[in-house]
């Protein structure tokens, strides 16, 4: 389970554990904004939302030039859901272009899959294997990166 963080200003940051946000609000730097319910951990609420006490300036989330490609990005781009079959808790990435045929390691060719979609494709494109992509890969913006769960 993750807890997002707001900066002081109300926008989403990013998310960390629930570890985390207890010892940030044991060091002060943050307040619950949301909870879970009467659920607490010594004297605080179980968080699902901190806001910061102080504003972070955040210049690097307007920084020119695109995300950075990683397979966990992926995976939270496509919302864990198979591009394949379209069923929740892809666990790995396909290359809709295998590498081996030429493909490229980057956003426009990576999609989420199961790791049985992902083998029943193999090494072929998706109009070879008869398994059509559901959606079109995107480079993703940062806030769809640090919002999606």
């Known amino acids: 389970m993750s807890v997002i963080v707001l900066n002081a200003s109300y926008e989403p940051l990013h998310t960390v554990s629930i570890q985390h946000a207890i010892r940030m609000l044991v060091r002060e730097v943050a307040v619950v904004e949301e909870a879970h319910g009467e659920r607490t951990i010594g004297p605080f609420p179980v968080p699902r939302v901190l806001r910061l006490v102080r504003y972070v300036v955040t210049h690097w989330r307007y920084a020119a030039g695109r995300m950075k490609y990683s397979k966990h990005g992926v995976l939270r781009r496509d919302r864990f859901r198979c591009a394949y079959c379209g069923l929740?808790?892809?666990?790995?990435?396909?290359?809709?272009?295998?590498?081996?045929?030429?493909?490229?390691?980057?956003?426009?060719?990576?999609?989420?899959?199961?790791?049985?979609?992902?083998?029943?494709?193999?090494?072929?494109?998706?109009?070879?294997?008869?398994?059509?992509?559901?959606?079109?890969?995107w480079v993703p913006t940062r806030a769809e990166l640090v919002i999606k769960t």
């Open 88 to 137: 929740d808790n892809a666990d790995t990435m396909d290359h809709v272009q295998p590498r081996s045929r030429g493909g490229r390691t980057e956003w426009l060719n990576a999609v989420a899959a199961h790791a049985s979609c992902n083998e029943r494709k193999g090494n072929r494109t998706p109009a070879e294997a008869d398994m059509p992509l559901l959606w079109q890969p």
